[in-house]
Nanobody, 121 residues
Framework: QVQLVESGGGLVQAGGSLRLSCAAS????????MGWFRQAPGKEREFLAAISRSGGSTYYADSVKGRFTISRDNAKNTVLLQMNSLKPEDTAVYYCAAKTTNYGSFGYDYWGQGTQVTVSS
């Protein structure tokens, strides 16, 4: 089992930045590929970014490429999502997720409880 706890959400004006953090416990963190997703009201969950076990490889959805950056610190069992140039359409609940197979946009085994991000216009 892997337990994931997100933090760092909040209210920000359009054009601003937020950094989300996800703390992991349980199974060896460095053995997990990690990802970030979001879900807005009335919409399906959307993949945002993924990072490999070592942190050497990343993958982004087109909707956030160039604005969001995923990173991880295996010594601290954390994965981060730096979000810049935020837009009102980025408003959603943001989730981190973990998987034991190769990083990517699907197939995640463990999920956090989510953190709310609200971007005002």
């Amino acid at each position: 089992q892997v337990q994931l706890v997100e933090s760092g959400g909040g209210l920000v004006q359009a054009g601003g930045s937020l950094r989300l953090s996800c703390a992991a416990s349980g199974r060896t963190f460095s053995a997990q590929a990690m990802g970030w997703f979001r879900q807005a009201p009335g919409k399906e969950r959307e993949f945002l970014a993924a990072i490999s076990r070592s942190g050497g490889s990343t993958y982004y959805a087109d909707s956030v490429k160039g604005r969001f950056t995923i990173s991880r610190d295996n010594a601290k069992n954390t994965v981060l999502l730096q979000m810049n140039s935020l837009k009102p359409e980025d408003t959603a609940v943001y989730y981190c997720a973990a998987k034991t197979t190769n990083y990517g946009s699907f197939g995640y085994d463990y999920w956090g409880q989510g953190t709310q991000v609200t971007v005002s216009s």
